[in-house]
């Protein structure tokens, strides 16, 4: 299984960058995917969760309203489209993959559920 996290890079605040996460390896449908974020000095924080249908989605608290995350099931790839950066959310971003058992109303916010991480990509937001 790979999870490859790709588009992060150095904007200044108020930017906005676009994270993919290509995942090969695994049955991509049956997986929950996820985005965290790891700031410099502090622990690997949960950012956002879709759904394996897509149809459902959940932020940490400072993510809503300015990233939204999406997956196409047909191309096994998720997304994390990031608005309104400021310095805060500077960090490695992380794709991760969690089993569900439910197609349509399953979200997982923990890391220890997640079975599957990408390598991460840096995001550095400049003020």
């Known amino acids: 299984v790979q999870l490859q996290a790709s588009g992060g890079g150095v904007v200044q605040a108020g930017g906005s960058l676009r994270l993919s996460c290509d995942a090969s390896g695994l049955s991509f449908r049956n997986y929950v995917m996820g985005w965290f974020r790891q700031a410099p000095g502090k622990k690997r924080d949960f950012v956002a969760t879709?759904?394996?249908?897509?149809?459902?989605?959940r932020y940490v608290e400072s993510a809503e309203g300015r990233f939204t995350i999406s997956r196409d099931n047909a191309k096994n790839m998720v997304y994390l489209q990031m608005d309104a950066l400021g310095p805060e959310d500077t960090g490695v971003y992380y794709c991760?993959?969690?089993?569900?058992?439910?197609?349509?109303?399953?979200?997982?916010?923990?890391?220890?559920?997640?079975?599957?991480w990408g390598q991460g990509t840096q995001v550095t937001v400049s003020s």
């Open positions: 991760a993959a969690g089993f569900s058992s439910s197609y349509y109303r399953g979200l997982i916010t923990t890391d220890s559920q997640y079975r599957y």
């Open positions: 879709i759904t394996r249908s897509g149809d459902m989605t």
